[in-house]
């Protein structure tokens, strides 16, 4: 069976390497059927990537620990899922799983556009088969799954924090957002080595950039959530190099979406998309090498390992060599158009743009500080979370506002009485909030003041935009209000579903700032009986009892919650103890209003032999809107990404016109 | 003929001066940052640094009542100096002899008296360690 799987991988070496020469040659000597060879290879990647998968889990499946990756981490006693799941749960299987993903985009970038942008795509396959020949190799020569020793009787286990449902999905999307951001990165490059001027590459790419897009974004949600329940320090992103990786690449990715629509719709900042996805693309590599290098101290030490030094190749590799095609191919990035008014709907795109590019280069140099610090002044130091909530704030609050302002200010140019008219609204509605909120003492908090008001200002724009454009299509087509609503986001996807992505946004500037800058924490040692207040509630100490688990042996503090006189039931909080891993792992107590949306978060930070408890306590306001922000980030990412066959047929005809004034 | 001007050029000159003088004004009120530093570079240091190193076998005390006691000594073994630590606050489950942690605090009479809930211990969550 290792066999099987050292050869799948093999042969997509040799696949891919066949793709990378025979697609560069076909695309210099406009060779079609030398093209299309090419294009199959591309696509048979992901055949033999796939046995490659399987393979290993069907060891995995059998608990074949004569796969020493398999050994490494499973055991007898694990549950199935996490069985399965270890696939990505070592550095091999990632890379593995890296491959397979990129395997199935590529083909199906390659399937969805060949016909429709053939000159383009031939260009394409050897940029994805360069991308793919990496990970290939790395997996052929220096990493490999398929190692195997004399199977001992029992795996190693897998690390208890890891077995929890969250990491089962967590990095499936993690990973689909990172290896997505290759498709637009790949299209862009193409572009620029077909000595395009066009956009068609920004059309081609932009579901899959979508897709990854938002795959990145509810990953690192769902990221979050394992955080707060599993690791359980009372928070739920610490600003960890680990956490920075996946954070960057979706900021730059989200300004790219933004400026991408400005060169649509006014063929302005070509050169500065370009940028951006080489930016996304190479800190989705950055990201992979942080945590693969050890070069930085993070909370996760999936850090130790040789693999880090060819990243940073490959990094530099990517960066320069775009760059240098960037440079070469200048005059083709020129834009005729020009910025009318500082007062304009493309302007706000590009203060929006400026503030995330802001922030993601902000968060990249806090990482990088360390290393950037030593190796000039002999010293690491490290930045702490005070330096990241400064700047979050310094640029979240402007952008949280710039939501609310950008989709209702007109392209080109906008006078100050129209402005006037159309947010008065808006602004009257988060005067309101603020002064209402200050006076129920909020003002505890002047940075969640001016989360609260600017988002009230953000939903109040939003609900006038959906309530303007359904009056509109109800006196277009007549109907009913819910009928008008439906057909008026049906047939604008894209701007409809963005504003429900905005809202999102909103919800979780709302759950983060109530969850981080509201909270109430207590803590102290209990004896059964005995009682301790946070914030409205009170938690007394019942009992504590040890149950068997399928893998592990559970002991809980029982704690009876009151508020206000009110029982309202037990939380328990407690500890895992893991035979086969030898590893304890701490179990928060979480109950949730879902009224509120407040959670009260119980963490036994000891156990001790004579019965007593340690705890720390928090209360948590409007947290659980983070979670619900992730699902109407969903909906709004699937309405937008929805196909829209009038959106398609309208950019055929564009793009048919485009192609025949260029040949001509 | 006059050059038209460029109102982007003027948004972005000043969106990056803004950044920069932000950036220079938050380094300036709050610093930059804390040294991070193995415990063999400890000796003389002032002030709070971030003291990063494997946890030596022997730890003691209560982390709630007291404080917990622990050696740390520089990763992987790079130096056998070792440096006691006093700690209070939290602790995570995966502390043990062996892990890497971090812990802010400063030197005080030999002592690295650490900041309460500073400890951060490195997860072993994923990716085989570096063979030898």
Known sequence: MPELGRAALVATLGLVLYALVAGAVAARTRRRRLAESAQTALLLTFVTTGVATLVLLLAFARNDYSFVYVWELTSDQLPIQYTLAALWGGQAGSLLFWLLLLTVYSAAAVLLNRRASRDLTVWVVPVLATVMLFFAFMLVVVSSPFATQVAPADGRGLNPSLQNPYMLVHPIFLYLGYVGLTIPFAFAIGSLLARRKDERWIVATRRATLVAWTALGVGQLIGSKWAYEEVGWGGFYAWDPVENAALMPWLAATAFLHSVMVQEKRGMLRLWNVLLVILAFSLSIFGTFLTRSGILSSVHSFTESPIGAWFLGFLAFVVLGSLLLVFARLPLLRTRARLESLVSREATFLYNNLLLVALTLTILWGVTYPIVHEMFLGESRIVGPGYYNFFFVIFGLPLLLLMGIGPLVAWRRASLRSLGLTFAWPAGVAAVTGLVLLALGAGSSIPGLIAYSFSAFVLASIGLEFVRGTRARRALSGGSWPSAFAALVSRNRRRYGGYIVHASIVVLAIGIAGASLYDSVGEGRLTRGSSLAVGDYRLTYRDLVERPGANATLVRAVLDVERGGEQLGVVEAGKNAYTVERQVSNEVGVRTDYLTGEDLFVIAEQVNPDGSVYLRVFVKPLVNLLWLAGFIFLLGSLITLWPDAREQRRLAVRYRGAEAHADS | ?132
């Open chain 2, 1 to 132: 003929m006059a050059r038209k001007r460029n109102p982007a050029r003027l948004v972005i000159a000043l969106s990056v001066a803004a950044v920069l003088a932000v950036f220079l004004l938050y380094t300036s009120i709050a610093g930059d940052g804390t040294p991070s530093l193995a415990p063999s570079a400890l000796a003389g240091k002032k002030g709070v640094v971030t003291l990063v190193g494997d946890v030596r076998p022997g730890y003691r005390g209560d982390s709630y009542a007291g404080g917990l006691r622990f050696k740390l000594s520089d990763r992987d073994g790079a130096s056998k100096q070792t440096v006691t630590v006093v700690y209070t606050g939290s602790v995570s489950d995966q502390f043990r002899a062996g892990r890497e942690v971090s812990v802010k605090g400063e030197l005080r009479n030999g002592t690295f008296v650490a900041v309460k809930d500073s400890l951060v211990t490195k997860c072993p969550s994923k990716y085989t360690a570096k063979k030898s």
